[in-house]
């Protein structure tokens, strides 16, 4: 799971970690807000009008749902269970209250945090997206320094920067995590079995 303030650029990062490991497979949430331009149905989310989202949190189609921001985002159950049932990896962009629940129902999944290098950098790179509101401008600008409190729930920590070096760090947390003994103990009956490991 990936989160961080936004303009943190958490967005960006998972797009291009998307890119070298084609495999990972992304949750699509279902959120009230507004479609930005050329976001996609479906793609980017699910767009949902407040009772359709509230019909769906009533069915209990959510694994987590949050407000962010003044509008609703869910992560749909279904397909995570799907994923994970399949053995894929899969990658949350969730805010901080959603990953932080996520990690209490599946304590082996791993958190991310992602900052920007500093504050100023944050603000700039929301401003530059030319998508906010002065006033979701400053709404997201006052919530990151509350956001930041919570980084040390989170198991990694990584600056984007530069994005290849952040995507690089992510990568890398991805490849020590699956090599960790706990998630490889299969291998010895393989292994005593006669078998080779792939
Ligand atoms: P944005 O409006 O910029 O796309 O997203 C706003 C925030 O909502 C981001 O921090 C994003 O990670 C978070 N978010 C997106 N989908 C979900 C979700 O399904 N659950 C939760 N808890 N947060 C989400």
Known sequence: MVSG??????????KALREKRPDLKLSVSATTRQPREGELEGVHYFFKTQEEFAAMRERGEFLEWAQVYGNC???????????????????LEIDIQGALNVKKAFPDAVTVFIVPPSLAILRKRLADRGTETEESLAIRCA???????????????VVNGELQDAVDEVNAIMTAEALKMG????????LVEGEELK
């Open 5 to 14: 303030p936004s303009g943190a650029g958490k967005g960006t990062v998972c």
């Open 143 to 157: 919530a990151a320094e509350k956001e930041l409190a919570f980084m040390d729930q989170y198991d990694y920590f």
């Open 183 to 190: 998630r490889n103990l299969f291998a010895y009956k393989t």
């Open 73 to 91: 985002y869910g992560t749909p159950v279904s397909f995570v269970k799907k994923t994970l049932e399949d053995g894929a990896d899969m990658l």
